[in-house]
């Protein structure tokens, strides 16, 4: 299991998906960053979504026809290398965010669709490059984050704890282990974004 930091996956509608897979969408915006150094990657988790919305398969990082399609809802659909976070406050004399207006239409949002998101609170636009969509959509098991657990008294009913007299009925004594060794496969996507690994 070959474990890569820092990575972050980031939950995003399909149509934002649509726009970032086409390339329109160099800029994905959020209310808070990640405590890490750029470049970094991050993984692109397609929210499920009651409209069908279909993604466009790539081959070798070209659009490879309007005639193939996949879907991805509910998968993480690719990844990209975020090589810088630009910061944009909100300016209560324009009544507006400090944003450019080459900057805002890479957002593919509006000034008034920034401040229904922001309300006037500091948003970050993360910038899009090295931009790569699966030609298979990936599970979200396929990803891990790391327990924050001390130890394993604070790990409740977690389904990833282990008994030692239930996995070595031979040995005296009882006891408890972590059987993903604190690397818990993430069951559902993260509201915004949050720090994982990926196995290879």
């Not at 690719?78 to 810088?84: A, F, M, N, Q, S």
Request: aromatic fraction near 14%.
């Amino acid at each position: 299991m070959n474990l890569i930091l820092p990575s972050i996956i980031q939950s995003i509608k399909p149509f934002h998906c649509g726009n970032i897979a086409v390339g329109r969408k160099g800029y994905e915006i959020r209310k808070t960053k990640p405590n890490i150094s750029t470049p970094f990657k991050s993984y692109i988790y397609c929210t499920k979504d009651k409209i069908p919305f279909l993604l466009p398969t790539y081959s070798k990082g070209s659009f490879a026809g309007s005639d193939i399609w996949k879907n991805g809802h509910g998968k993480v659909i690719g990844e990209y290398i975020c090589d810088e976070i630009r910061k944009w406050v909100f300016n209560t004399e324009t009544n507006s965010y400090n944003i450019s207006d080459d900057d805002l239409a890479l957002t593919c949002l509006t000034q008034e669709q920034l401040w229904k998101y922001g309300k006037g609170k500091t948003l970050y636009g993360y910038h899009i490059t090295n931009l790569k969509i699966y030609d298979e959509p990936k599970e979200l098991n396929k990803f891990y984050t790391i327990c924050n657990k001390d130890d394993l008294d604070q790990c409740g009913d977690c389904k990833y704890i282990e008994s030692y007299s239930a996995s070595f009925p031979c040995e005296d004594g009882g006891g408890w282990w972590c059987s993903v060794d604190n690397k818990k496969p993430l069951t559902r996507p993260f509201q915004s974004w949050g720090y994982v690994y990926e196995i290879d």
